[in-house]
């Protein structure tokens, strides 16, 4: 049962897709303090908290305070408040209570769950606008579904973006890109896509391709689908500033860029120096941005992945020029304990400002907004341009799509990727903790840069990551610039990368089989598994294991040097110890705590009660994948019970 209340008077949003009629009586579980622009609810000491998207810390969310305020953070580190998503849905549940809410406003909101005071839950809002859905269910899974169900299904990729791709910050050349394929195609390692950064473009700027370092591209684009390989672009949210430049002329002609006070035309900087942002909001200006993809989907290009969308702000004109004006003020001073911190401040606050979101506006449905106030909007709306544009330019075909930046809504046109993560092992459970939580709110194609992006990889995380990697369905080796390389083959255990990204493409019927059932079901394909045990006190606590689909339980391994771990299981299950698709070794497990060795080169995965893993050949292209040539490894059932689902693949 789905109930919505209103608040003030709510800025549309578009995540919600089902009517819900709006219900008379007052918000129920929370008290309502309109004044303070607050609602509170006294957590009892068995209260948990599920949800809530791309944040930090663990699966559990008690305990800590999170802002929806999209931000390009970098550091992802425990004090973090806020990353590059703002999804408002958790789910609360205590011993006498579960409910799931949905809290839908543009603008800034923090979930303060016993941060402030430890038993006190609140939520506070800079504008107490915001349409407030209350879902109540049987279970966690029926919450979740019926929360799903209102904002409409998720977005479904092209199964080849199920396979391995390949990124770095940046491939400099058409011969880099080559070289990359080459080496994998070499060495037998599976392969479906290599990712452009930024350096593809000619000066950065959007649909623009430097014909120095990819000269005739069309045709790079042909070579490579020949070998069947998927190239995948960035694109930027800001359009350099250029004369002659057409999407900015364009952009000016068609007044499809946000503007100031003023009404003129914001100047911001990222890549490419100054920028203006399309305004994102206005249908038009989205139309427009959506529109400028086919030049690319035109040159045979399938896929794209939109960054720098929070928006990230390198500077504006304006703040700059604030700075310089009073760094005058600092010039030959002797800079003590206080003047020397608030010069430091003063340059250190040049990017991602926070007085510069509330410097532009935008037209959204008929009103000038200002950007803060919609601010967690933005990205969603410039995946949402993209997504439009392909349902228009390509009716027959999926392309693939992934955003930094969202909110719900957005998992309706594209996934994500979790953005600027470290090659750290922390990083890894991260990645794991982050997983259902994104799976709740219909983030269904997501992933984390595997081997981590900032700092060093070593080759013993790259592959432990990896091993967790390859059941998410963005399944993507990425790294900045200036950091340790970590394509696979770079390493020294070639023949053990291989294999576990074989095993992979050997579980692609099964990840996509699973991917399109929750999809079609508004189910989650990550589910911490007290999910499926709310009464098992055990399995509340276990916080780094995840069933994926119906069928197994991953227990991974993210501590440096482990040659193994302790594994709760909830119920009996059989484990099946990979070293390969078609090598691994399996036993019955009771239900109970088991310390299970996995030597870094090995894989566990549990098959659960009454289940079948369909297992394929592997393959090193997901075309290549034979599905004539399943096994099942079964336990309690027979292959007939499970429910393989497959498709064309590519036809929407
Ligand atoms: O400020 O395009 O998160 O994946 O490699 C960095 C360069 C801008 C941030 C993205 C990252 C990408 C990088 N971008």
Redesign the pocket.
Known sequence: MIRKYVFGTPIETDSVVEKVPQSEGALPFFETDEGAGSLTLTMDRSARVYGLGETVRGINKRGYVYISNNS?EPFHLEEKRSLYASQNFFVYKDKDTMFGMYVDTPGRVTFDIGYSEINTFSIIFEDFDADIYVVEGSDITDIVRQFRKIIGKSYVPPKWAFGFGQCR?SYMSADEVREVVDRYDELGMPIDSVYL??DYMERYKDFTVDDERFPDFDNFVKEMKARNIHLIP?IDAGVKIEDGYDVYEEGVKGDFFVKKENGDRLVAAVWPGKVHFPDFLKEDARKWFGDKYKVLLDKGIDGFWN??NEP?IFYTEDHLQEVFDRIEDYKGKNLDIRSFFAFKDLVGSIDNYPEDYKRFYHEYKGQRIRHDKVHNLFGYNMTRAAGESFERNEPDKRILMFS?SSYIGAHRYGGIWC??NRSWWSHILLNIQQMPALSMTGFLYSGA?IGG?SADTTEDLLMRWTEFGIFTPLFRN?S?EGTRRQEYYRFTDKDSFKNILGLRYALIPYLYSEFMKAVNNYDMLFKPICFDYPDDEMAQDTEDQLFVGESIMVAPIYRQNATGRYVYLPDTMKLLRFRSASDYDTEIMDKGYHYVKADLNEVLVFVRKGHALPLAKPAVRVDDIDYSDLTYECFECDKEDYELYSDDGISR
């Open positions: 390009d910050w950064d930024i960035i960054d720098m990230a930094r953005g600027d840069d992006f990425h900045a």
